[in-house]
């Protein structure tokens, strides 16, 4: 063995060790080797992408593949200084040797870091030696990018409210519901507070339900790929008939874990909906989408500008120690919850 190690460290900048626009990572490449080697180059590279990929079934002889990529950045250094022998070639003597680095994140709109198996938006640093024409060693490592981007947006802290009506046929009489809730973004951990007024004048029970959902939206070649995931599911105790005005709360929690909402991207989108609906026999429900915003835990919304609201729905530390990537296994992302069965309540197209 000539080459004992090739790996890349960056150090962290906070506890949770994410980046954001503007931030500068500061790390190294280490090279140890257990006895003299010549080299070519050695180049360091960081890179934001982000892609999609998947394949639709239409028949045995039919099977599409659909896909696309949005490329964000890609800075290349030359991490050798002095000048190269006379044949091109460097010498590099036995031992442990450090070559650092220093990389500024653009400040570009692009999408937070997100990994599912249709789609996904990687930032990552990489570093490639060059032995001869033919041999080549490298290596990488994520870090992990948050948006500052989609969460500058106005109304973040502003209540929201929507209403519905229905009347019924053969003199049954009418329902109607308001659903409010305090605010739009919320960070994982929080928890959504939510008010119901119902107006119950018909002949009908009425069961007011919540679900907390996850709408992965993926496009390439003209076509989108649709993904809803079901987060959280509570119900409140039914409006009896004629029983007029009723105001229900209800909390439902935002789980830890969650990643913010990607509203930046042209190929790849996350959002996420709270469904509020009416259940109503024998009759179609009575429902109202609240789009909500999943902030990234590192930003303070109380700093964002104030700003007001129409009536109606809008669509819208402590230093840690050097992160390497030297392995396939440290390479990996981390792991992401993949969609499950569409819930049958949930249009295609909303």
């Known amino acids: 063995m000539t080459i004992k190690t090739f790996q890349l460290e960056y150090d962290a900048i906070n506890n949770r060790n994410t980046f954001t626009n503007g931030d500068t990572i500061?790390?190294?490449?280490?090279l140890e080797t257990d006895k003299e080697v010549k080299f070519m180059s050695l180049e360091f590279l960081a890179k934001g992408k982000a892609s999609v990929?998947?394949?639709?079934?239409?028949?045995?002889?039919?099977t599409p593949v659909y896909w696309s990529d949005e490329k964000y950045y890609s800075i290349q250094q030359h991490m050798l200084l002095k000048e190269p022998r006379q044949d091109g070639?460097?010498?590099?003597?036995k031992g442990k040797h450090l070559f650092p680095f220093s990389f500024k994140i653009p400040e570009v709109r692009m999408p937070s870091s997100f990994y599912s198996s249709i789609g996904r938006v990687v930032h990552k640093l990489k570093a490639e030696l060059k032995q001869s024409m033919k041999l080549k060693k490298k290596t990488k490592v994520h870090f992990t990018f948050v948006s500052?981007?989609?969460?500058d947006v106005p109304r973040l802290m502003v209540p929201q409210h929507g209403c519905k009506?229905?009347?019924?046929?053969?003199?049954?009489?009418t329902v109607s519901f308001d659903v409010r809730i305090e605010k739009i973004g919320y960070k994982p951990g929080e928890a959504i507070n939510v008010t119901i007024e119902i107006n119950n004048q018909s002949s009908r029970l009425v069961k007011p339900k919540l679900i907390l959902y996850e709408r992965r939206s993926f496009f390439a070649q003209g076509q989108r790929k649709l993904e809803t995931h079901?987060?959280?599911?509570?119900k409140v105790d039914g409006v009896d008939s004629n029983s007029g005005r009723r105001t229900v709360a209800k909390v439902i929690p935002i789980p830890t874990g969650l990643s913010p909402s990607i509203l930046n991207c042209s190929i790849l989108k996350l959002e996420y909906r709270l469904q509020v609906y009416l259940d109503i026999r024998f009759t179609s429900n009575l429902e109202i989408k609240v789009p909500i915003i999943i902030l990234p835990?590192?930003?303070?919304?109380?700093?964002?500008?104030?700003?007001?609201?129409?009536c109606g729905f809008e669509a819208f530390g402590n230093p840690a120690p050097p992160t390497r990537g030297t392995t396939p296994q440290a390479m990996e992302p981390p792991p992401s919850y993949e969609a499950s069965a569409m819930y049958p309540t949930f249009p295609s197209g909303d």
């Open 26 to 30: 500061k790390g190294r490449i280490v």
């Open 53 to 62: 990929r998947w394949t639709e079934y239409y028949g045995e002889n039919q």
């Open 89 to 93: 070639s460097y010498i590099i003597g």
């Open 148 to 151: 500052r981007a989609d969460m």
């Open 165 to 173: 009506y229905k009347k019924f046929s053969f003199g049954s009489g």
């Open 230 to 234: 079901q987060i959280h599911k509570a």
């Open 297 to 310: 835990e590192v930003l303070d919304i109380r700093h964002l500008p104030p700003s007001y609201s129409d």
